[in-house]
């Protein structure tokens, strides 16, 4: 189920790359009043930082959070540990995510200060994988296995991710169809 995680995980983040800065440069062009006159290029970069700073305050934070909560100490002295707390929190985090990923595309074009706090809490809860995923692999496999089951999992998930871009792209394109105007093409990469 790990390396199933992981694949998943990789096929989200290769189509993720492929698709979301052509449907930002879209909402760029169409509403360009929205982001307070900037360029395309400074935009990125802020949101690329607002990103970074939830990952850089995430990390420490939720670290605390799951540890604490895993061997009862921190926050929850006192408590008896919970062994699954790691996962408990992961999947939290995910289901956020997911809940914060549909959001980003629905007011990507409405409002960029709600976008960038959405990127700021996104970045914030991938801090749990980015933390937790390895930790979890690692707990879960026999030590004598370890380093073959890191790397079955990462080629599981180069295997899996390989088409993400081609595989969204040819969605998107049987989405829009033969249109050709922006707002088609925008709205095919939110469906998508």
């Not at 900037?38 to 995430?58: D, E, R």
């Not at 960038?116 to 995923?133: I, R, Y």
């Not at 088409?163 to 709205?187: C, E, K, N, W």
């Amino acid at each position: 189920l790990i390396a199933a995680m992981y694949a998943l995980g990789a096929f989200h983040v290769a189509a993720y790359s492929f698709w979301f800065p052509s449907a930002y440069l879209l909402a760029w062009t169409d509403v360009p009043e929205i982001f307070f006159g900037l360029s395309y290029t400074s935009i990125t970069t802020i949101n690329s930082v607002v990103s970074l700073c939830g990952i850089a305050i995430g990390l420490p934070a939720i670290l605390w959070l799951a540890q604490g909560w895993r061997y009862g100490t921190g926050p929850f002295a006192g408590k008896k540990g919970c062994t699954r707390a790691f996962p408990i929190v992961v999947c939290a985090s995910a289901v956020s995510n997911l809940a914060l990923f549909v959001s980003r595309m629905l007011i990507m074009d409405k409002s960029y200060v709600g976008f960038l706090v959405n990127t700021f809490f996104d970045g914030f809860g991938q801090a749990a994988g980015m933390s937790l995923n390895q930790q979890m692999a690692l707990m879960a496999v026999p030590s004598g296995s370890r380093a073959a089951a890191v790397a079955l999992s990462g080629l599981t998930s180069g295997l899996i991710s390989a088409p993400a871009s081609q595989i969204v792209g040819m969605i998107s394109d049987a989405i829009r169809g033969d249109s050709t105007l922006p707002y088609d093409r925008f709205h095919a990469y939110q469906l998508v």
